[in-house]
């Protein structure tokens, strides 16, 4: 089993964790530097190889920013060039039809992972749906998204 712990970057506005080949990402930051955004993938890639379990499958949330054109492309290289094998899923958490339409910029970068956005309440059903494409502790990804919440201040 997996678990990388929590990881914070953007000053404690992003969130990660890896339980299993499940990754969690919960970004509440207004702003996502060029700088910041590259020491996070690559810290995230950094964990993974430090673990030895690529990641499957993520969930997603961008509660404000979202990467840019140039930062999608700039990952879509580091990825290339670090052979990081493709995600077979991502579920995006949202309530916003423009974070919802971010999904579809990031099909680009991985154009055989199938994508697909959730309302906020339907958290279980994205997990449900991610296991479909990969095991991780269910129940563990569950307390880690609470805890997530809670330490980017989307929940008290």
């Known amino acids: 089993m997996v678990d990388t712990g929590v990881h914070l970057f953007f000053d ?60 999608r492309g700039r990952l879509a ?20 039809a423009i974070v919802r339409g971010a999904l579809t910029a990031f099909g680009w970068i991985m154009p055989r992972t199938t994508m697909r956005a959730f309302a906020m309440s339907d958290l279980p059903d994205c997990l449900k749906w991610l296991h479909e494409g990969a095991l991780f502790d269910h129940a563990k990804a569950t307390t880690a998204w609470v805890e997530g919440r809670r330490l980017v201040g989307l929940d008290k």
């Open 12 to 71: 404690g506005q992003f969130f990660f964790r890896q339980i299993d080949t499940l990754a969690i990402t919960l970004c509440v930051a207004k702003d996502l530097p060029d700088d910041e955004w590259d020491r996070y993938f690559t810290a995230v890639h950094l964990l993974t190889k430090k673990y030895g379990q690529p990641t499957k499958v993520s969930l997603v949330m961008f509660t404000e920013a979202i990467p840019s054109a140039a930062q």
């Open 77 to 96: 290289a580091y990825l290339k060039a670090q052979n990081v094998p493709q995600l077979l899923r991502i579920g995006l958490i949202t309530e916003s």
